[in-house]
């Protein structure tokens, strides 16, 4: 049974169309152009270092996803590809163009290395596939983009898709499309409904302890947790691997080989923690990705649907949680709402979901107050704690004994997520 992006493009891609499409993450908007582009390219032969059709994707994961697309459906048609991205050899590459591709998957800037080295030629490319080209937009990739398109052949067939189709990217891509077929299966910024969302209202100061909490009383197969820095990345993956926790990161200061290992330990259930920036945030296709985490909200609201959109995929129900602590993460969560047009319910201390109301957060107003006592009262000298010298470091102290004389719960430990003991307020 096709979802509506493959039921809207597959026909106007067989008959020769230009597409301008949008559909939300997670439909099945690859196979939209790729079943049919395997269809296409079955008759006919492509010559040594002109391949037969381009694809065009912003990051090194959206593109390896690509290539996995094509290898699976096409797997009983005799046909070659090549998959160009940055931190893989360039012998390699080159070999495969040498014996030519019917098929040429890449990123803009590799690409462009090869072509400006003489090694690809593209005056035989039939068929250009631009993919996220909002995600292109976002990364300065445009002009990259409408430079490798100045060397395409003007008779061609070209898929423009986009996660979403705003008045900007409609401008970019009237520039690439001829009298186009307009797709639209999903309205602009939607979220699926099969994920289930919540906010958990915390603390700066107690974030990590509260993901760790959301961790050990979910039932989760495995989760992505967002981070907007690279820098937290490293250092929330410290601390988990400190309290147990089976966990590896990504991002983009990460080698090309580095990255690899890290998503084929997730892909493969070695590792059920991903802890990643907006890098992994499109084109990491794993349908059974059973939550998401933004332990940081994303500046960006629509960064917010990209990121949930890892879970919830290809009909199965997902869940996303977000923490926010302090008064920029509820306004960025009020730009998120009024993006997707609808309330995110706030988990509240019994564990059930409850109305949001931004102006009575008394947690944001206790953190306020603590950080305007400190700055008002100069003159005193302030006897800071272990954790307010240095919050990063806090979960380097060793697990020590309550006032009561009772050991801290068990971490969660290994690949098996189980319901801890050890429950937070706001989840009771």
């Given at each position: 049974m096709p979802t509506p992006i493959q039921a809207a493009s597959i026909p106007s891609v067989l008959m020769g169309r230009d597409i301008l499409?949008?559909?939300?993450?997670?439909?099945?908007?690859?196979?939209?152009?790729?079943?049919?582009?395997?269809?296409i390219l079955a008759s006919g032969r492509a010559k040594a270092r002109m391949p037969r059709s381009l694809i065009l994707a912003p990051t090194r994961e959206l593109a390896a996803q690509v290539s996995e697309s094509f290898k699976k459906f096409s797997v009983n048609h005799k046909m070659n590809m090549a998959l160009l991205i940055g931190g893989v050899s360039f012998s390699e590459q080159d070999a495969a163009l040498s014996k030519g591709v019917d098929v040429l998957i890449a990123t803009p800037g590799r690409?462009?290395?090869?072509f400006e080295r003489g090694k690809v030629l593209l005056q035989d490319v039939k068929i250009l596939v631009i993919d996220e080209a909002d995600r292109m937009l976002d990364m300065g990739f445009i002009p990259d983009v409408e430079r490798i398109v100045s060397f395409l052949p003007i008779m061609r067939q070209t898929l423009f898709f986009s996660a979403t189709l705003s008045e900007e990217i409609h401008t970019i891509g009237r520039k690439f499309v001829m009298n186009p077929k307009l797709i639209e299966v999903a309205k602009p910024a939607s979220t699926a409904d099969t994920i289930s969302q919540n906010l958990v209202r915390t603390t700066f100061r107690k974030?990590?302890?509260?993901?760790?909490?959301?961790?050990?009383?979910?039932?989760?197969?495995?989760?992505?947790?967002?981070c907007?820095?690279?820098?937290?990345?490293?250092?929330?993956?410290?601390?988990?691997?400190?309290?147990?926790?089976?966990?590896?990161?990504l991002h983009g200061d990460m080698t090309q080989s580095a990255r690899l290992v890290a998503l084929d330990e997730f892909k493969n259930g070695q590792i059920p923690l991903l802890v990643a920036s907006d890098v992994a945030a499109r084109g990491l296709d794993i349908p059974s990705v059973s939550h998401v985490f933004n332990f940081d909200v994303p500046s960006n609201a629509e960064d917010y649907v990209h990121r949930i959109g890892r879970t919830g995929r290809a009909g199965r129900h997902g869940h996303a949680f977000t923490l926010i602590a302090g008064e920029d993460d509820e306004k960025a969560i009020l730009a998120i709402e009024k993006l997707?047009?609808?309330?995110?319910?706030?988990?509240?201390?019994?564990?059930?979901?409850?109305?949001?109301?931004?102006?009575?957060?008394?947690?944001?107003?206790?953190?306020?107050?603590?950080?305007?006592?400190?700055?008002?009262?100069?003159?005193?000298?302030?006897?800071?704690?272990?954790?307010?010298?240095?919050?990063?470091?806090?979960?380097?102290?060793?697990?020590?004994?309550?006032?009561q004389g009772e050991k801290r719960p068990p971490a969660w430990k290994g690949n098996s997520f189980k319901d801890s003991d050890h429950i937070p307020a706001f989840l009771r």
């Amino acid at each position: 049974m096709p979802t509506p992006i493959q039921a809207a493009s597959i026909p106007s891609v067989l008959m020769g169309r230009d597409i301008l499409g949008s559909a939300q993450t997670g439909t099945g908007k690859t196979a939209s152009f790729t079943l049919p582009m395997i269809d296409i390219l079955a008759s006919g032969r492509a010559k040594a270092r002109m391949p037969r059709s381009l694809i065009l994707a912003p990051t090194r994961e959206l593109a390896a996803q690509v290539s996995e697309s094509f290898k699976k459906f096409s797997v009983n048609h005799k046909m070659n590809m090549a998959l160009l991205i940055g931190g893989v050899s360039f012998s390699e590459q080159d070999a495969a163009l040498s014996k030519g591709v019917d098929v040429l998957i890449a990123t803009p800037g590799r690409l462009l290395d090869h072509f400006e080295r003489g090694k690809v030629l593209l005056q035989d490319v039939k068929i250009l596939v631009i993919d996220e080209a909002d995600r292109m937009l976002d990364m300065g990739f445009i002009p990259d983009v409408e430079r490798i398109v100045s060397f395409l052949p003007i008779m061609r067939q070209t898929l423009f898709f986009s996660a979403t189709l705003s008045e900007e990217i409609h401008t970019i891509g009237r520039k690439f499309v001829m009298n186009p077929k307009l797709i639209e299966v999903a309205k602009p910024a939607s979220t699926a409904d099969t994920i289930s969302q919540n906010l958990v209202r915390t603390t700066f100061r107690k974030k990590r302890e509260a993901l760790r909490d959301l961790l050990r009383s979910q039932d989760i197969q495995n989760a992505v947790i967002f981070c907007n820095r690279k820098r937290d990345i490293s250092t929330l993956l410290s601390s988990m691997k400190r309290h147990g926790f089976s966990a590896t990161g990504l991002h983009g200061d990460m080698t090309q080989s580095a990255r690899l290992v890290a998503l084929d330990e997730f892909k493969n259930g070695q590792i059920p923690l991903l802890v990643a920036s907006d890098v992994a945030a499109r084109g990491l296709d794993i349908p059974s990705v059973s939550h998401v985490f933004n332990f940081d909200v994303p500046s960006n609201a629509e960064d917010y649907v990209h990121r949930i959109g890892r879970t919830g995929r290809a009909g199965r129900h997902g869940h996303a949680f977000t923490l926010i602590a302090g008064e920029d993460d509820e306004k960025a969560i009020l730009a998120i709402e009024k993006l997707t047009g609808q309330p995110i319910p706030v988990l509240s201390n019994t564990g059930r979901q409850s109305k949001k109301e931004h102006s009575t957060n008394d947690a944001v107003k206790s953190e306020k107050k603590h950080r305007e006592s400190r700055t008002l009262n100069k003159t005193a000298p302030v006897q800071l704690s272990q954790e307010e010298k240095n919050p990063d470091e806090v979960d380097k102290v060793p697990a020590r004994r309550s006032d009561q004389g009772e050991k801290r719960p068990p971490a969660w430990k290994g690949n098996s997520f189980k319901d801890s003991d050890h429950i937070p307020a706001f989840l009771r």
